[in-house]
């Protein structure tokens, strides 16, 4: 019960059936036809045990109109004395033509008095673990329905019209009539479910508003750009202008930044649109003024391409970038932890090693969480965690002397550990409406919505493995123009040891089929250093093919690699294929994305593949990925163990979703107490995974 999350009455109350059987009924044995799934009852007239290829228990039922022979496979001496001869028995399953007449294989029975009553509504079917039969999940769901506190929490004119009270519907969908339409209860279309769903989603805006209006009453450091400063010695030194997008999304992040509340802001732009850029201006607002900044990326490759950027950018401006990644240990990860500490390093880089415990931040006011999505929900809140206890307190001694062009910060009134760093999170997947109106409703969104110049859109084929030759041929082709290829290769079954396999089998084939060509192997075995020496080699164009696993899924810019073969490609979600095939089409010169697919494909592979094939727009592929995968994996809530949404769809509950977002701040401003126990009622302990 407890690994089903079954731990209070209203888990169990709340606990709804996959489907129902109707037991209200009694077919007579001789109207019953082949496909039929019918309950029957009748006399035991036969019941013996034949052996043929197996032992089978073969029982005959008659009830007057007819006769039903019941065959069983597996058995117990047990079923033979219920199922004795002249034993009245109440039988259901689906019916099947065979030698010997009708018959129902393995059916459902229980042996009943002639006068036992049917029951007046349909039985429920829950989902359960091997070790917990229907019979006592039913006794406990029943019990636990007489004791639930189902009462209306929420006050007249909130609830949509023509939806039941709570404690109707709940009862209704555990327990419906023959009557009730069978398709409505399936399609979760039925009032009833409407109301469950509706309760469901109120609660997640009422906790999205509790989280924004705490926030509202934080106090974060004003950072206002200085004329002159950081940001527009950063611009001029940089070898590209800005599109019109991004200095759109940085005017809007410079607001945020100049308010003494902590901004809270989501990032979103396809693959290739230049946010790395946006956040360096970001943080150069936040240094002006004094603060430390964090970014946090969840692979070392993407940390890694972030360090050299940022470095290359920054360091000519003064500014000490500090490198911390898991592999980072000894000497030179106590001298960054050291400059961290004092204060030195204004900006810190790294892997989710940014907020282990020995971390410890001078002045910590803007982190930046690239990919936040892939993080896990519990890694999220670990980093809210540490932003708030990274402000030190009112008596310690200040950071060292800022680096040159950066101006020192004022005192703020009431002291730093009054203060709550800003937080800027970057996404390349883009967040569906529907799915920022629901996870994201206490974030501020900025989009960049259109690509640097220069960029060619990327042209995507599908073939079956079997033109897995005629594709080496064209990586052929391409090398020979000066051209640059990877070649990606699955993790399968989450196996390191398998994809290792994989990828290292492939760079030798590959290796014996284009002789002549440098062909690099990258995977996720390999120490810092040798990744680095890898991709230093692929970076300077001296090595033409790099065969990787999914470490360069994001963050690796090669402007000179035109052509992406991904394998077993119907192994990927939607969201990393088309993060992978970002990796290409970064230059000037026409780009070819390959997905190499082995047959047969399931439907969701077909799905994936076709999304590809017609689409590089970010945001219909990410409208895709949710229709295919659904909200919870799509924003990492299955990390948490936890998928967010139990019974509404944000496909298809749009509505109720709006309706839900216009009522929830009425209802936490002139009800407090209401909100609050419908948020405990609903998501308990959950609530803080909308935080994350």
Known sequence: MRKLGLLRDIDLALHLPLRHLDETRIVPIGNLR??????????????????????????????GSGELLLRFLNFYPSNQKTLAVDKLVRVRGEVRGGFLGREMVHPEFRAVAPDTPLPTALTPVYPTSAQLPQAYLRKAVASALGRAPLAELLPPGVVPHGLPPLREAVLKLHHPSRDDDEQQLQDRSHPAWQRLKFDELLAQQLAQAQAHATRALLAAPAMKARPQGLSDQLLATLPFVLTAAQQRVVAEISTDLARPQPMHRLLQGDVGSGKTVVAALAATVAM???????????????????????????????????????????KQRDTMLAQVASGQAMLVVGTHAVIQRDVVFARLGLAVVD???????????????????????PGRPKAAEPPRGVAQAQPEPGGASSLEPHLLMMSATPIPRTLAMSYFADLDVSTIDELPPGRTPIVTKVFADGKRDAVIQRIHDEVQQGRQVYWVCPLVEESEHIDLQNATATHAELTAALPGVLVGLLHGRMKGSEKAAVMQLFSSGE?????????????????????MVIEHAERFGLAQLHQLRGRVGRGAVASVCVLLYSAPLSATGKARLKAMAETNDGFEIARRDLDIRGPGEFMGARQSGDALLRFADLAQDSTLLQHARAVAPGLLAQHPEAALAHVDRWLGGKAEYLKA
Do not use: Y
């Open 371 to 393: 990919e936040q999505h892939r993080f896990g929900v519990a890694q999220r809140l670990a980093l809210r965690d540490k932003l708030q206890a990274g402000l030190p307190p």
């Open 543 to 563: 090595m033409k093919l790099l065969v990787a696993t999914t470490v360069i899924e994001v963050g690796v810019d090669v402007p000179n690699a035109s052509l």
């Open 34 to 63: 082949d496909g039929d799934m019918a309950q029957v009852q009748g006399t035991v007239t036969e019941c013996r045990v034949e052996i043929r290829s197996r032992r089978q228990l073969l029982v005959r039922l008659s009830d």
């Open 288 to 330: 002006d003024a004094g603060w430390q900044c964090a970014l946090m990326a969840p692979t070392e490759i993407l940390a890694e391409q972030h360090f050299g950027k940022l470095v290359q950018w920054l360091q000519p401006l003064g500014i000490t970038v500090a490198w911390l990644t898991g592999s980072r240990k000894g």
